[in-house]
């Protein structure tokens, strides 16, 4: 017989165990309180190591082979009734495969095409109906554009609030009519003007459906009220990383949270910060609710970010309390075997007192498919404080539903568990180090904490540091690999290879091989980050610089940490001296620069660098007519994350992520001679990177 919440199958089958030796057979049975404990644990971490197992025998007061039996039942459980589920859910669905395969079969056995034995159309006849379908296209054509610049205007007079459903949808209807129109065919599915269905949407909205889209925000805002200002209540900490998380006991009890995902392997993971950081409140709001300026506020974070849908009052954010947005975004962090996270989200400005902004996201079903979705946003958000010296206080708060689709590699699991994945510090990590880049960034003085002797002005300076923020973008944006051909063959001891063909400006035409490979290192990230940072063992590791001495030209300061700066690297070939030493020769015609952007923060950091020659160097600086955009450029590089097991980059392991991209061909017509060789070749070469890194590391090889 089945039992998922008493444990007591996990009792009897250790009982079984013990009474081997004894000869017996001796029952025994958790306690209520032994029972809630285990199953509040199983909901963080499914699989407990050692260390965890033993504290749960001390909390708990059971023996060790008690609690490693009850898991392993547990997950077995699991299981199970995970595969039923699929298995009556693929079982129904074949039902409906076979009925409509036997209406089709039945449908296309009675089908006739008797001969009307009429005279074919002549020339004429087939002349006067083309006029006719010309005609009703353009007819259709003129009622479609009438009834979008209706719903144009209709969705500007909207605000959010009462007013939202004071519009009869009669009244909708009327006007609609008034065009010539019957409104029952508008919501026919073959309509030439209905919502597209690939992602991300962007449909016209109806006023059912911003009535609805006003209500969840409105849900949304309240619930994150009584989560920031009643944390006694609703707050624990971790057992796993001791970071805030919230009690889905009371939580259930105050939201009527109703679960999304069904499976059992689908989780929830919940978490909050605060943090001081040096903007001004209004401007911070006006980047949230700006989807690309809210992607460059969270390059490391937000992959993608589109707005839809624009609702409620148009008043600047000082004299405003409610503003709507509908946007979709990806977004992804630290490896390609971490798979991205895709929200269609509301997103609600509201200022709830003089000073003080509350921005809540929640998902919401309106042209969206949750059936086939992996994560669901639960209200989520910030608070902006205003503070005296153009500063601002936001707390941050994060909760989401995570189903079993989302299949991340084994070395990420435990990170991901944790607050530390995607969860509120690092949102506010990134906060806080953007906001000092973008204050650093904005000086157009040279700053004495910066030397160079290549950067001049303080306008050279700027572009520079545009430069090394677009490469970080680049960078971040090429480990999802998705949308490219992928060779998952070589996905061996945490190694992905795919390629593809660019087009646009701002990398080289032509065929570009990424890879990428993760790896755990038993060092704290700072200790790892340090290492690669230096520059006398670069050529142990860097195909760049293998044979070189590299030296460093120009340094600019990107955060108050000197661990977050952009540099200017000269690698210059050597020649060897009668000692045998290799010493970098007197010319600097032969010599090539490298664009390197390094950060750390409170749970890692990174380290990008891209190969640029002098002449597009000197373009970056002086500007030339040429858009910082426009300008061609390749990063590869590191991703220093902390394991998860610490609460800090200072103590615990590392998971280190190296991704190279190289560019194969510049002929864009050579993509079908790309063979499996090309791939292996790329393969090689960053495995044995990888091999040379541990080497400088002194880690032994776990692969």
Same mark, same amino acid.
């Given at each position: ?304 970010? +589109?707005? %839809?849908?624009?609702? $409620? =009052? ?9 503003? #709507?947005?509908? /946007?979709? &975004? ?82 990420? +699991?435990? %990170?991901?568990?944790? $607050? =530390? ?9 990134? #906060?806080?180090? /953007?906001? &000092? ?267």
């Amino acid at each position: 017989m089945e039992n998922y919440g008493s444990g007591s199958s996990c009792n009897e089958q250790y009982a079984s165990e013990d009474s081997k030796q004894s000869g017996k057979r001796t029952g025994h049975r958790h306690t209520p309180q032994q029972i809630q404990g285990l199953e509040a644990f199983f909901m963080e971490c499914p699989h407990p190591d050692e260390a965890q197992r033993q504290q749960l025998c001390e909390e708990l007061k059971l023996g060790l082979n008690q609690v490693k039996f009850w898991f392993q039942n547990k997950r077995t459980q699991c299981k199970v009734q995970e595969e039923k589920a699929g298995n009556l859910s693929l079982r129904g669905q074949n039902e409906i495969l076979k009925s409509e395969n036997e209406a089709m079969h039945e449908a296309l056995s009675s089908v006739l095409c008797p001969d009307c034995g009429g005279p074919p159309f002549g020339r004429e006849e087939r002349a006067l109906n083309f006029q006719k379908l010309l005609l009703e296209n353009a007819r259709l054509k003129e009622q479609r554009d009438k009834i979008s610049h209706f719903l144009s205007n209709m969705s500007k007079r909207l605000t959010v609030g009462g007013s939202l459903a004071s519009v009869p949808t009669q009244h909708i209807f009327d006007q609609i009519s008034s065009y010539g129109i019957n409104p029952s065919t508008m919501f026919d599915p073959s309509s030439s003007f209905g919502p597209p269905t690939s992602q991300p949407i962007q449909p016209q909205l109806f006023q059912m459906d911003v009535s609805l889209l006003s209500e969840t925000a409105a849900s949304a805002v309240e619930e994150l009220k009584r989560l920031f200002f009643t944390e006694e209540q609703f707050w624990v900490k971790s057992s796993i990383d001791g970071t805030d998380v919230i009690d889905s006991e009371n939580y259930e009890k105050f939201s009527n949270a109703v679960k999304k995902f069904r499976s059992m392997s689908a989780h929830v993971e919940s978490s909050k910060d605060v943090t001081v950081v040096p903007i001004e409140a209004t401007n911070l709001i006006e980047m949230f609710l700006d989807a690309e300026k809210w992607k460059e506020l969270f390059p490391t974070m937000v992959n993608q970010a +589109k707005t %839809l849908h624009v609702l $409620g =009052s148009e008043l600047p954010i000082r004299e405003n309390c409610n503003i #709507l947005r509908v /946007m979709w &975004e990806q977004l992804h962090i630290l490896s390609p075997l971490v798979p991205p996270r895709e929200f269609m989200i509301v997103r609600c400005c509201q200022e709830i007192s003089k000073g003080l902004w509350i921005i809540a996201d929640v998902s919401h079903n309106v042209y969206f498919d949750f059936v086939n979705a992996s994560c669901y946003k639960r209200p989520s958000g910030c608070l902006i404080q205003s503070l005296p010296n153009a500063q601002s206080k936001v707390m941050w708060i994060e909760h989401v539903e995570v189903g079993h689709k989302l299949d991340t590699h084994k070395i990420f +699991k435990e %990170l991901l568990s944790g $607050g =530390s994945g995607y969860g509120a510090k690092r949102w506010i990590a990134t #906060l806080e180090r /953007m906001c &000092e880049r973008m204050a650093l960034t904005s000086n157009l003085t040279l700053p004495a904490s910066d030397w160079s002797e290549v950067i001049r002005t303080g306008e050279e300076r700027r572009r520079v540091l545009k430069l090394g923020e677009r490469m970080i973008m680049n960078f971040n944006e090429m480990l999802t690999m998705s949308g490219k051909v992928d060779f998952p063959q070589q996905s061996k001891c945490g190694v992905r290879v795919s390629m593809r063909i660019n087009l646009e400006a701002g990398q080289p035409r032509g065929l570009i091989v990424s890879a990428a490979s993760s790896f755990p290192i038993p060092l704290p990230p700072v200790q790892v980050f340090d290492n690669l940072r230096k520059l006398d063992p670069r050529q142990q590791w860097d195909v760049l610089a293998y044979g070189t001495v590299v030296t460093e030209i120009a340094r600019v300061a990107t955060g108050s940490s000197e661990t977050n700066c952009l540099s200017i690297l000269r690698v210059h070939p050597t020649q060897e001296e009668n000692n045998g030493k290799l010493v970098a020769e007197d010319s600097d015609k032969g010599d090539m620069l490298m664009l390197q952007d390094c950060y750390m923060d409170a749970l890692g950091g990174m380290l990008v660098y891209a190969p640029m020659d002098m002449t597009t160097m000197d373009t970056t600086l002086t500007g030339a007519d040429v858009e910082i955009s426009d300008i061609p450029i390749l990063p590869s590089g590191f991703i220093i994350s902390s394991d998860g097991r610490r609460s800090t980059v200072e103590d615990g392991g590392t998971l280190l992520t190296l991704a190279f991209q190289i560019l194969v061909s510049g002929n864009t017509n050579r993509a079908r001679d790309v063979n499996e060789n090309s791939v292996n070749t790329v393969s090689t070469l960053i495995s044995s990177t990888v091999q040379r890194i541990k080497g400088l590391l002194n880690c032994p090889d776990q692969c």
